[in-house]
């Protein structure tokens, strides 16, 4: 049998740590997007960071701090809330096309280093792989191609920054999720979310133009539609050019169903309405004066706020 400390030494481990932290360092950036304090973002392509979207609090007065203390404006190119990445553009950068690495080698207990800039320099956590899982939906709907959890204590000032595995290579971005868990958003999420931002500045999300409640059902009519919670969503009010109101659906209505899939709550609407939704007809189950009734909606792309 192998001997298990063959090779290792903690001075080993450091400096190979410091390496990795090196080594991309030249791509690290400070971002200002908060009223207080910064985040970290990285360089993407010639002239364009990635950093995390719920840093940002405005779309305007972002500004970046280089690896040399330089700063420079920042425009934001587009944001996604739903899988919290956002892209600035900045004048151009001599630095080639990042290359992100596959996160489907990842398990539970690998080593992780998340890497961030502060105003100070470079910033570095070591700690594991927690939990690796399939691909999820956000709280906001966006599909995560993969489900990751660090154990490790994140900087806020390092949030935006990158997840490198012991190799080096760049397998996604650290964000904080709910109660202030890490979390890294896959690099498949960011090669797949990242373009569309630079295309369009956003990624098309469903629409079905109403404003809606949850409000609480008599339980026979829950029982009658099968329906495991006495539950359901009341329109409150219509966009009177949405696909709702083009399909019948009235102020008062309430929602009990999407095709096969009850609808206890407007996070569940928002989940279903990913981009994948855009184009769809949708079968709505509606409680109308106490009657069901079930209306095809086709879903459209959200509108561009004006």
């Known amino acids: ?58 779309d305007e007065d972002i500004a970046v701090m280089h690896p040399d203390g330089s700063k420079v404006a920042a425009g934001l190119v587009g944001r996604d809330p739903s899988t919290d990445i956002a892209l600035l553009r ?26 961030g800039r502060q105003p100070e320099g470079p910033s570095a956590a070591l700690g594991i792989v927690s939990l690796t899982g399939a691909a999820w939906k956000s709280l906001r709907g966006g599909h995560m191609d993969r489900r990751i959890h660090l154990d490790l204590r994140l900087d806020f000032q390092s949030e935006g920054g990158v997840a490198l595995d012991t190799s080096g290579q760049i397998v996604g971005m650290t964000v904080f999720g709910p109660w202030r868990r890490v979390l890294v958003i896959p690099s498949e999420t960011i090669e797949r979310v990242a373009p569309q931002l630079l295309d369009k500045g956003r990624v098309a999300r469903g629409y079905l133009g109403l404003g809606l409640q949850p409000i609480r059902i008599d339980k026979a009519a ?15 009010s219509m966009d009177q050019d949405g696909p709702g109101q083009r399909a019948g659906i009235r102020q008062g209505d309430i929602l009990i169903r999407w095709n096969h899939d009850a609808l206890p709550s407007v996070r569940r609407v928002y989940r279903l309405l990913g981009p994948e939704s855009v184009g769809q007809s949708v079968d709505l189950g509606i409680v109308r004066a106490g009657e069901h009734i079930t209306l095809a909606v086709e879903i459209r792309e959200r509108p561009t706020p004006q």
């Open 1 to 58: 049998m192998p001997d298990p400390t063959a090779g290792f030494s903690l001075d080993t481990i450091s400096n190979h740590v410091s390496d990795l932290l090196d080594g991309i360092a030249p791509r690290l950036v400070t971002v200002r997007g908060r009223r207080r304090g910064t985040s970290s973002g990285f360089l993407w392509r010639p002239g364009l960071i990635i950093t995390a979207e719920e840093a940002l609090e405005a």
């Open 90 to 115: 900045i004048e151009e950068s001599p630095l080639e096309d990042i290359a992100f690495s596959p996160t489907d080698g990842l398990r539970a207990g690998h080593l992780i280093l998340a890497a």
């Open 222 to 236: 829950a029982d009658t539609a099968g329906l495991s919670e006495p539950r359901g969503l009341i329109v409150v």
